[in-house]
C-alpha cells in the first residue's frame, strides 16, 4: 500500500495530464452512451402521446361514424309488416285507393313508384280562375270532405266551391291479379240566382313517376277518349274518358274538349305544369247560346332544362253546370267482367256500397241504438270517413341528424301507409297523432289497423329510433316549409302507437305479436336510454328549443304538446311527468304482449310497478305549492317578453325592426313548475293513480273547476289562472297547447273517468258525473262547428268553442265517434 502511494506520488504532470485526457474521454464515452438513450426515451413518449391522440381522435372519428351508420342503417329485426304483403296478389283489396289525402281528389295504388291519377277543376272567369288541385286553406272552399269511405271499396266525398258544388264518388271491383277495376264519378251542380252557370273545366289525368308506359287515343283530334298503358305493378290497362252527361240522367251534354300531353318535372309540380300550360284562345259555342271565351289547356310551356320524371296524360272537359262525367279504369288482367262500372251499373254498385257502409256503422258504433238523431249520425260518419279518407301511401327517404354529426343525411329508403291529421296542412305521417288514430280505425277495422302499426314500426333505424314525423316523397316534401324538414336522432314522441295496440291485443293474430315484439322491445329499450331522467325513474324529453332567449318559454316538440309551459331555463336536471306516465303505459303494454306470446315478462311488469308506484310518483312530481302534479326543473315565474328596440342603423342602411324578446325579471331556481293544465292530468289521463289515491279529489277538482281547466266544451289545455294562459310565446307563435281545447286529451279524460267510475273507490261517483258532463260537453260542440262550418278542426277554443287551427282535421279530432259510442 506504501508503494503503491509513492508510485502515485511520483507521477508527474505529463502522466496526471494524460489520465485527466484519458477520464474525459471515458466520461464522454458514458456520455455518449448515456445519451441515445434518453433521447430514445423521449421518442417514445412523444410517440405514444401522439399515438394516444390519434388513437383518441381515430375513436372520436369511428363514433362519429358508428352513429352516423347506425342513424341511416334500419333495424336488423325481421320487418313487422311481410315482404311482399302490400301488393295486389296479396292485399288486392288494398292495392288501389285514394292515398293522395293532399289532393281533392285522387287516387294511387301502394307502391313505390306509383301510377297516379287526379282531379282537377277551374272555375272559369275573366282573369282565369284560381285551378284546385292540392288541399289549400288558401282556396278558402266552405267545405270538403268524405261523407262515406269504408277505407277501401268505396266513398263519397263533398265539396263545396263557393256557389259551385261537387260531389266526388269512386267504388271499386275486385278481379284479376292487378288490384281490380274502379269507376269514378264527378257531378257538379251551381246553386244562385238565374242567368247562366260560370263555366266549369273538370281536368282528369293519368301520370307516371318514374316508370310506365302511357298511349292517348284522341276522338277528333282533342278529346282524349281513353288512355290505354303498362306498369311494372298493374300490367296493361285501360283509363277511360266517358262523356259528360245532363245531371244525374243518360242525357248527352254539350262540352269542350281539349287534352294535354307533357313530360312531368315531378308529381309535386303538376299543378305547375297544367297551370303553365293555359290559353284564352279558346272559345264555348254551344249550339243557339252565346259564345264564350274561356281558359282551356294548350302547348306546354314547363320549366326548360329539366329533365323528365315521367309522363301527364290530362283530359280537359268544359261545360256548364250541372253535369255528370264519368271515368273507369279496367286492368287488363281482370277477365270475365259483367261489363262496364259506369252509367245504371256505377249507380247501383255505389247504392249497394253505401247501404253496407251505414249497416255496418251501426253494427260497430251503435249510435242510432244509443239515441243520436240521423245528423248527428251523419256527422260521426263523415268524421270517419275523413279520417279513412285520409289514408296516404309514401315512399321516400327522412331527412336526419344525430347529434354527432356535422350535416344532415338521407335515411334509408321507406314506405309508410299512414292516416294524416289533415289533408290541408298536415297531409303527412306524425308518430304520436298515429296512435289516436288508430284508436278509431282498430275499432272499424282491426287488419287495416295493425297494418299501419307495423308500417310505422318498420320505420326503425338500428338504434331503435322512429323519426316523430314523416316527410317521404317530393308530394310530400312540397307542402313542408324546409327549416322542419330535418328530423333530430335525440328527440322523441309519445309511443301512443302503444294505445292502439292494447286495443288490437286480445284479438291479434300470434304470428303479428311475433314479428312486432322484437322491435317493439328495441323502442322501449331506446327510450330508456335516450330519454332518461336526473334520477332513477325519472324522464326527460330531448331536443328543447336550443335558444330559450328567443322563448317566453322554450318549446318542447318531442312531447307532441309543443309550448305547453316547462321548466323555463331547459336543463339535464328537468323531471317530464308526462314522459314518465307514457313509459309507465310502455311497460304495462309491452308486458301485456310478452305474456300473451309466452316471452318473459318480468322486467316489464317491475318497471310498470315502479312507475305506478304513487307515493313514489308523488315524491317526484306532486308540487304542494300549486296543490297538483307538476314537471321539476330550473325554473323562473318571473318572465315575460319585451320589446328591445332596434340598434341604430349603418348609415345608408334602412332601420331594422324591434324585437320581442324574453326578459327574466328573477333568476330561476330548482323547482316544480307552476303550470296546471294537461301535463298536470296525466298520471289519471293513463290510469296511473289508485282509485283511492288521497290526490285524486284534487285532480278531479282541477278538472271541474271554471277558474282552472272545466269549459262548456271541453277540458282546456292549460289553467285560466296559469301565469302562460293564452300568452304568446314570440312574435310569430301564437298560443298553441296554452288553453285551447284538444280533443285527444279530453278523449284520454273521458277514457279514465269511465275507468274510475267503474271501479270501487270513494270518487267513484264524482268521476261519474264528471264524465257524462265533459262528454255532452265535447259531443254537443264538436256537431255545432261542425254544422256551422263544414270542419273538423285542430283545436278548439275554450272561450267561444269555435275551431281554431288548420281544417279539416280529422286525425285524433275524429275520436268524437268512440265517445259518441263510449267506446274506451
Known amino acids: 500500500m506504501a508503494g503503491e502511494r509513492r508510485r502515485r506520488g511520483g507521477e508527474g504532470p505529463r502522466e496526471r495530464t494524460r489520465e485527466r485526457g484519458t477520464r474525459r474521454e471515458r466520461e464522454r464515452e458514458q456520455q455518449q452512451q448515456r445519451g441515445p438513450g434518453r433521447g430514445r426515451a423521449a421518442l417514445v413518449v412523444a410517440a405514444a402521446a401522439a399515438l394516444a391522440l390519434g388513437l383518441a381522435a381515430a375513436a372520436a372519428e369511428w363514433k362519429r361514424w358508428s352513429a352516423a351508420a347506425r342513424l341511416v342503417t334500419p333495424h336488423p329485426a325481421p320487418p313487422a309488416l311481410p315482404p311482399g304483403s302490400t301488393g295486389p296478389l296479396a292485399s288486392p283489396q288494398r292495392f288501389w285507393g285514394t292515398y293522395r289525402p293532399h289532393v281533392y281528389f285522387g287516387m294511387k295504388t301502394r307502391s313505390p313508384r306509383a301510377l297516379v291519377t287526379g282531379l282537377m277543376w277551374l272555375r272559369q272567369s275573366e282573369g282565369g280562375g284560381s285551378l284546385r288541385h292540392t288541399c289549400e286553406q288558401s282556396d278558402g272552399l266552405s267545405r270538403y270532405g268524405w261523407l262515406m269511405h269504408d277505407g277501401e271499396n268505396f266513398g263519397v266525398q263533398e265539396i263545396r266551391d263557393g256557389d259551385l258544388s261537387l260531389k266526388t264518388e269512386f267504388v271499386k271491383r275486385p278481379g284479376g291479379e292487378h288490384g281490380g277495376d274502379w269507376s269514378w264519378r264527378i257531378t257538379a251542380r251551381t246553386e244562385g240566382a238565374g242567368g247562366p252557370a260560370p263555366l266549369l273545366s273538370l281536368f282528369f289525368y293519368v301520370a307516371t313517376d318514374g316508370q310506365g308506359t302511357l298511349r292517348p287515343h284522341l276522338e277528333n283530334g282533342t278529346r282524349l277518349a281513353a288512355v290505354t298503358g303498362t306498369t311494372e305493378e298493374l300490367g296493361d290497362f285501360t283509363l277511360t274518358f266517358l262523356r259528360p252527361t245532363a245531371g244525374s240522367g243518360e242525357d248527352p251534354k254539350y262540352a269542350s274538349y281539349h287534352y294535354l300531353e307533357a313530360a312531368s318535372p315531378g308529381l309535386h309540380r303538376l299543378t305547375e305544369v297544367v297551370r303553365s300550360s293555359l290559353s284564352d284562345r279558346f272559345v264555348f259555342a254551344p249550339p243557339g247560346r252565346p259564345r264564350r271565351r274561356f281558359f282551356a289547356v ?35 288482367s281482370a277477365a270475365g267482367r259483367p261489363g262496364r262500372l259506369a252509367g245504371a251499373a256505377l249507380s247501383a254498385a255505389l247504392g249497394r256500397h253505401a247501404a253496407a257502409f251505414e249497416r255496418r256503422f251501426e253494427e260497430t258504433f251503435g249510435l242510432g241504438r244509443k239515441g243520436f238523431p240521423p245528423a248527428q249520425r251523419r256527422f260521426a260518419q263523415a268524421a270517419l270517413s275523413e279520417l279513412l279518407g285520409g289514408l296516404g301511401y309514401f315512399h321516400g327517404r327522412s331527412l336526419v341528424q344525430a347529434p354527432l354529426q356535422e350535416r344532415p343525411v338521407p335515411a334509408a329508403e321507406a314506405a309508410l301507409f299512414t292516416a294524416v291529421p289533415s289533408r290541408s296542412f298536415f297531409p303527412r305521417g306524425f308518430l304520436w297523432d298515429e296512435g289516436f288514430h288508430q284508436l278509431l280505425l282498430a275499432r272499424w277495422d282491426p287488419a287495416l289497423s295493425r297494418e299501419v302499426l307495423a308500417h310505422w314500426l318498420d320505420l326503425m333505424n338500428a338504434e331503435g329510433w322512429i323519426p316523430r314525423e314523416q316527410i317521404l316523397g317530393e308530394e310530400a316534401r312540397a307542402k313542408v316549409p324546409p327549416e322542419f324538414l330535418l328530423q333530430h336522432s335525440e328527440t322523441a314522441n309519445p309511443p301512443t302507437l302503444l294505445l292502439a295496440l292494447q286495443r288490437l291485443l286480445p284479438a291479434a293474430p300470434p304470428p303479428f305479436l311475433r314479428r312486432l315484439f322484437p322491435r317493439l322491445r328495441a323502442w322501449y329499450d331506446w327510450y330508456n336510454r335516450t330519454q332518461a331522467g336526473p334520477l332513477p325513474l325519472t324522464f326527460r324529453w330531448r331536443g328543447r328549443d336550443p335558444q330559450p332567449e328567443r322563448f317566453l318559454n322554450p318549446k318542447t316538440l318531442a312531447s307532441g304538446l309543443d309550448d305547453y309551459p316547462r321548466a323555463s331555463h331547459p336543463s ?82 334602412p332601420p331594422s325592426a324591434p324585437r320581442l324578446v324574453r326578459e327574466v325579471r328573477e333568476a330561476p331556481r330548482p323547482r316544480f313548475v307552476g303550470a296546471l293544465g294537461y301535463v298536470s292530468l296525466f298520471p289519471l289521463l293513463l290510469q296511473l ?50 288553453g285551447s281545447v284538444w280533443v285527444n286529451i279530453n278523449y284520454l279524460a273521458l277514457r279514465a273517468l269511465s275507468g274510475y267510475a267503474g271501479v270501487e273507490g270513494p270518487q267513484r261517483e264524482r268521476a261519474a258525473e264528471l264524465y257524462r258532463e265533459l262528454r255532452h260537453n265535447l259531443v254537443a260542440n264538436l256537431y255545432r262547428q261542425y254544422a256551422e262550418s263544414g270542419f273538423l278542426w285542430e283545436h278548439y277554443s275554450d272561450s267561444t268553442g269555435r275551431g281554431q287551427g288548420c281544417h279539416p282535421f280529422a286525425g285524433w279530432s275524429a275520436l268524437v265517434v268512440l265517445v259518441m259510442a263510449e267506446d274506451y
Do not use: I, K
Open 298 to 332: 294548350d302547348a306546354f310551356r314547363g320549366p326548360p332544362g329539366e329533365a323528365p320524371r315521367g309522363r301527364l296524360l290530362l283530359h280537359q272537359v268544359t261545360l256548364e253546370p250541372p253535369g255528370t262525367a264519368e271515368v273507369t279504369f279496367e286492368s287488363g
Open 572 to 653: 339535464p336536471e328537468e323531471r317530464h311527468l308526462d314522459l314518465r306516465c307514457w313509459m309507465a303505459l310502455a311497460s304495462r303494454v309491452l308486458a301485456e304482449v310478452a305474456e300473451q306470446l309466452g316471452e318473459p315478462a318480468g322486467p316489464y311488469r317491475e318497471m310498470e310497478r315502479a312507475l305506478s308506484d304513487n307515493g313514489l310518483l308523488e315524491r317526484l312530481h306532486w308540487a304542494p305549492e300549486l296543490g297538483a302534479f307538476a314537471d321539476y326543473g330550473n325554473h323562473s315565474a318571473a318572465v315575460g317578453l319585451r320589446w328591445q328596440p332596434a340598434a341604430p342603423p349603418a348609415p345608408g342602411r
Open 689 to 738: 293513480l289508485r282509485p283511492d289515491s288521497p290526490r285524486l279529489p284534487a285532480v278531479l277538482a282541477a278538472m271541474r273547476s271554471e277558474r282552472q281547466l272545466w269549459t262548456p266544451f271541453g277540458l282546456r289545455s292549460l289553467a285560466r289562472d296559469s301565469p302562460l294562459y293564452m300568452r304568446r310565446n314570440t312574435q310569430h307563435d301564437p298560443p298553441y297547447w296554452r
